[in-house]
């Protein structure tokens, strides 16, 4: 039985991985900061490890044994620093692949500081010596759940990222392509890299129309600056950094960085990626108001 080491464990991608990899083999080593916050990590059947990106030292125990690592770091200047750790630590254990989460159009050239810090995460990848495979997922249907409450209670929600049209998928797709590739002959898709989007590229305008639809109510996407969208998310205690870099993404959106899709979760999964009527529909109760 192959063990798979999960990072980012309690985040969505990885916990929707887990849910795609239950039952199907692999035995599950989720690696988490604070032990604290695996009570559904055991629930799922996964064996949890305490550990930390951040601290090179804390990392050899949870990779010994592992022969699959899905590695997922999250956003923020030292990320190539904190995927590092996680490397060295797995070519130390003698880990035999890596499947590593990067973003929509890594690169060094990229219009944006996270997509330029994950092209050096994915370039070690590239040369570490193990079987590896990248992900590269567009933007995140989940990100609308950001902007659930006030779509519940005004029926109106506000980016700035004004006529955009983002192939945008589905983060249960994403895991669900990870698990294939996981659950794949190692060598199978050694040395790919996958751009993975869903079915249709998207203004927030056809959004809002399809989770109106849905919802059964009017639904209104409402363009704000990116001043006015910094001053809510810095009220809600969101890391300037953060901002900053979502900044960024907005403004490569709004200029059509964003606007295509590609044939991939289809080729990986046998089926078409899951559109927004879907996600709209499988999270209703989260944009429907209370007592409704």
């Not at 991939?264 to 499988?282: H, M, S, Y």
Request: some cysteine; proline content about 5%.
């Amino acid at each position: 039985m192959r063990t798979v080491l999960i990072t980012g464990a309690t985040g969505t991608v990885s916990s929707a991985l887990m849910d795609a990899l239950d039952g199907t083999g692999p035995h599950l080593r989720a690696l988490v900061r604070d032990a604290a916050t695996a009570t559904g990590l055991h629930k799922r059947g996964a064996e949890v490890v305490v550990g930390d990106l951040d601290d090179a030292r804390s990392l050899p125990p949870a990779f010994e044994g592992v022969q699959d690592v899905w590695l997922l770091t999250p956003n923020g200047p030292r990320a190539p620093e904190h995927g590092m750790n996680a490397m060295w630590a797995a070519r130390r254990a003698g880990v035999e692949r890596v499947v590593r989460l990067s973003v929509v159009g890594a690169a060094h050239d990229a219009p944006n500081r996270s997509g330029r810090l994950h092209a050096l995460s994915d370039r070690e990848a590239e040369h570490c010596g193990m079987r590896w495979t990248i992900l590269r997922p567009h933007w995140f249907m989940q990100n609308l759940l950001n902007e659930a409450g006030d779509i519940a209670s005004t029926g109106a929600f506000s980016l700035n990222m004004g006529s955009a049209r983002i192939g945008m998928i589905d983060a249960r797709d994403i895991a669900e392509c990870a698990a294939r590739v996981l659950l794949d002959d190692p060598g199978r898709h050694h040395g790919e890299t996958y751009t993975l989007t869903g079915p249709r590229s998207l203004t927030f305008d056809e959004v809002a129309d399809q989770l109106g639809r849905v919802l059964g109510r009017p639904v209104t996407h409402v363009p704000v600056s990116d001043d006015a969208k910094r001053k809510t998310l810095l009220g809600y205690g969101v890391p300037a950094w953060i901002i900053d870099m979502l900044e960024e993404y907005a403004r490569a959106y709004d200029s059509g960085w964003g606007d295509f899709t590609t044939r991939t979760v289809a080729d990986l999964l046998g089926r078409p990626p899951r559109g927004i009527a879907d996600f709209a529909r499988d999270h209703a109760a989260a944009f429907t108001p209370s007592g409704d």
